[in-house]
């Protein structure tokens, strides 16, 4: 429901705000939810390391779709 949206929500930004903003910020990047994985140093070499649970994942997709 909505209120698991929310939570989701919550914990992607919680998680963006840790792990992403340092670099991106959502707005820059809310139109490539999609490229969000598990492994982003997949994605580039300067994000290598970089590490996301399924969850993580799912959670960080909801805050930039909900940007």
């Known amino acids: ?3 698991g949206n929310e939570a989701s929500i919550a914990a992607g930004e919680a998680k963006f705000n840790a792990s992403c903003d340092t670099c991106h910020s959502a707005a820059s990047i809310r139109g490539a939810a999609s490229r969000v994985v598990n492994d982003l140093g997949t994605l580039t070499p300067a994000m290598a390391g970089i590490t996301l649970t399924d969850q993580e994942v799912a959670n960080i997709r ?3 779709a909900a940007q």
């Open 1 to 3: 429901g909505q209120d």
């Open 62 to 64: 909801a805050f930039l």
